[in-house]
């Protein structure tokens, strides 16, 4: 599993959790998230907008 923002691999946790967050667009695609870049964008629609 990659950060679709910084591209670095996100950490797994058990049972395929992951160390970040899953995020889904308007149109239902998800994208995934590792915790640093959650932490430095304060809302999903600023992650969606790093991704674009
Ligand atoms: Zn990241």
Known sequence: MK???CKN???EIFLKKILGTVIKDE???KHYV???CQKAH???EKLLEQMN
Do not use: R
Request: charged letters at 40%; proline letters at 7%.
């Open 3 to 5: 950060c679709e923002i």
């Open 9 to 11: 691999k996100i950490p």
């Open 27 to 29: 149109k239902g695609k």
């Open 34 to 36: 590792c915790s640093d």
């Open 42 to 44: 304060s809302s999903k």
